[in-house]
């Protein structure tokens, strides 16, 4: 007979319980759009009901008076005394809309199945140990901002969720896929006609490598829009440099950097963990797909900070595009929220994993050293038995005054049909 989980058993019964709650602030979102940096209604609203399912909530993070966290603690003080740290978890919630067309993204459905996924892992905390988060991101370059600013840093993994057109709805578990480029904006004036200049600018960028891509936006009072597109944000700085080069020997011409966008990683390793829960629960994904990198987002920066991934969960079969009022339309749709209750539970019990799973953490934190060294930067691996080395059991009679933590101290809470140590 299967051992009864508890913690699993209470997270899935709080999702159901809050779904007529969850929704019923989503769809106040979704009827009320706010643009990135002013969303204060949905703020509002998000927070509330976060408080209601225990969290503790603080506003105005990273200078940013519509980024917030709200935060559950459950903690073994005795073991955390012998040298134990708990798993830390972030659930980013984005909320923000298009200022003319609205909730065009369909971030409400997405915040829904985020929110599910909160109140699930908040109940699970009754009985298991670690920090849970809800983060409230005004929009991409809120996202970068926090993550300068260290916001993401002390977390073990990072999980959100989008609504995703159709055919694009599934996990990201196989290399090529869910990666997203670097990018860097700029404004580019010049004394006289630039198109000379801006000639030269895309031959140097499209001649590196690997190429990158040079976009021009509207010409204005001060000066000309500039994306910069690359692979990885090395490449970027290494395009940015090759370009203000150019721009440094061309009289009367100057060339202002914005905000830069990192690439994503994608943590497959979560995302791997995520799919066999769909696979239990029997929820369907759409076929991976191998495609070229995505436009630029600020969950790259996010995924630079710590092991991160979004769910791109499917809710429909209409060939709609993302970014149109008709998404928006199919997104507030009671269908979509089905939906997003579906998947919150599958991402849900891998982000309880990630709580009280010590090896499964550290796979997934070794992925992301991995990547990071492949991209030229040093991080160590994390650890989670800090103040004394772990004792092995049994103990040395030769080592008897020896004090530290054993490694039965540590035995990780295996729920039904998980691999055991």
Not at 77 to 94: C, D, P, Q, Y
Not at 144 to 152: H, T, Y
Not at 266 to 273: C, K, P, T
């Amino acid at each position: 007979m299967p051992v009864r989980d508890t913690a699993r058993d209470a997270a899935l019964s709080a999702i159901k319980a809050a779904r007529d709650e969850i929704v019923r602030v989503s769809r106040e979102i979704h009827q009320h759009p706010e643009a990135a940096g002013e969303e204060h209604g949905a703020v509002e609203r998000l927070t509330a009901l976060l408080s209601t399912h225990g969290f503790e909530v603080e506003t105005g993070i990273a200078g940013l008076p519509t980024a917030f966290r709200a935060t559950r603690i459950n903690h073994d003080t005795e073991a955390m005394r012998k040298g134990l740290r708990h798993g830390s978890l972030a659930i980013v919630v984005r909320a923000d809309a298009d200022p003319d067309e609205g909730h065009v993204a369909g971030y409400p459905v997405g915040v829904a199945l985020s929110l599910a996924v909160a109140a699930g892992l908040s109940a699970a905390l009754n009985s298991e140990h670690g920090t849970l988060s809800v983060i409230g991101v005004p929009g991409d370059t809120g996202m970068v901002a926090m993550a300068r600013a260290g916001i993401f840093d002390e977390f073990d993994a990072v999980l959100s969720a989008e609504p995703a057109e159709a055919g694009n709805g599934f996990c990201y578990t196989i290399d090529g896929t869910g990666d997203r480029l670097a990018a860097r904006t700029a404004v580019l004036a010049t004394d006289g006609d630039p198109a000379s200049l801006l000639t030269a600018l895309t031959e140097t960028v499209e001649a590196h490598d690997p190429p990158g891509r040079l976009e021009v936006g509207p010409a204005g009072d001060g000066g000309v829009e500039l994306t910069l597109t690359g692979r990885t944000s090395g490449d970027i700085l290494a395009l940015s440099a090759g370009i203000q080069r150019l721009v440094d020997e061309t009289p009367g011409a100057s060339l202002t950097f914005g905000t830069t966008f990192d690439d994503m990683i994608v943590n497959r390793i979560l995302a791997r963990r995520v799919k066999t829960y769909a696979d239990t629960l029997g929820r369907k994904f759409n076929k991976t797909q191998k495609s070229d990198p995505a436009p630029a987002s600020g969950f790259g920066a996010i995924s630079y900070a710590s092991p991160t991934f979004v769910l791109n969960f499917p809710i429909t079969d209409e060939a709609v595009a993302r970014g149109t009022a008709a998404f928006a339309g199919i997104a507030d749709r009671s269908a979509s929220y089905d939906r997003a209750f579906e998947y919150a539970e599958c991402a849900c019990l891998a982000g309880l994993d990630v709580l009280r799973e010590m090896e499964f953490r550290s796979i997934v934190d070794d992925q992301l050293v991995k990547a990071l060294a492949k991209r030229g930067i040093t991080r160590a691996h994390r650890r989670w038995l800090g103040v004394h080395p772990v004792i092995k059991e049994p103990r040395d009679p030769n080592e008897s005054k020896k004090k530290g933590p054993r490694k039965t101290n540590f035995n990780i809470v295996r729920g039904p049909g998980m691999r055991d140590n």
